[in-house]
């Protein structure tokens, strides 16, 4: 079975990419729960926590300060939670981290493409 995230990081599926390097990309998620909702994916394939180097993990996590602050920045976030699923809860069977921004008020959901216009 072909991962969705290989697929996008191959950019054989289209995504709103936030920030990308040599071995990270950010794009948001289609479904986001919040305003800025951002998947934080190794672009090696690994299939869970057991699975990724320390190297990759170490990058994941410089990867997710620098989105922090531009959340920050561009949206006025008032905190964020970082979540990662193993197993169970693992919809895409892709390492990731999934950013999802706190605000005091609650917001209606903006479009993507006007969120990821402000982000990019």
Do not use: W
């Amino acid at each position: 079975m072909e991962c969705l995230f290989c697929n996008i990081i191959d950019k054989k599926i289209p995504a709103y990419i936030i920030y990308e390097d040599l071995d990270t990309i950010v794009f948001l998620d289609i479904k986001p729960d919040y305003n800025g909702h951002l998947l934080v994916v190794p672009k090696k394939h690994f299939s869970t926590i057991d699975d990724i180097d320390e190297t990759a993990f170490k990058q994941l996590l410089l990867v997710i300060k620098k989105m922090k602050i531009k959340l920050e920045e561009r949206l006025n976030i008032d905190g964020l939670t970082v979540v990662n699923n193993n197993g169970l809860y693992q919809e895409i069977k892709h390492f990731h981290f999934h950013l999802k921004p706190a605000y005091k008020q609650s917001q209606p959901l903006i479009p993507l493409e006007e969120i990821y216009n402000i982000l990019k």
